[in-house]
Nanobody, 123 residues
């Protein structure tokens, strides 16, 4: 139904920026809420940001507010995460996710997941 593929990860120094992209195929994303999650070794996957189906409302975890921006382009079936002022604690594998419903902050609510892209921030 929906396939998600992340890209844009890499190695960056603290204070730098990266732009992650998530390309969707299979169907349009008009009715889907989309989100970004991340995971580091030894820890559970955690919420980063989500955007509503209309794209009119966004939510972020406290530690990334003011630094990260989530956006989407339904015409291109794309989801994006602009990350600025990166910190070493942002190092993780980042995943895009989708669900055919309203936006939530819970991992268990999402049905479709990408393969992940590694983001490494050096001090």
């Amino acid at each position: 139904q929906v396939q998600l593929v992340e890209s844009g990860g890499g190695l960056v120094q603290a204070g730098g920026s990266l732009r992650l992209s998530c390309a969707a195929s299979g169907r349009t994303l008009r009715t889907y809420a989309l989100g970004w999650f991340r995971q580091t070794p030894g820890k559970e996957r955690e919420f980063v940001a989500t955007i509503t189906r209309s794209g009119g409302t966004t939510y972020y975890r406290d530690s990334v507010k003011g630094r990260f921006t989530i956006s989407k382009n339904n015409a291109k079936n794309g989801l994006y995460l602009e990350m600025n002022s990166l910190k070493p604690e942002d190092t993780a594998v980042y995943y895009c996710a989708g669900r055919n419903g309203i936006a939530t902050m819970r991992v268990v609510d999402y049905d479709y997941w990408g393969q992940g892209t590694q983001v490494t921030v050096s001090s």
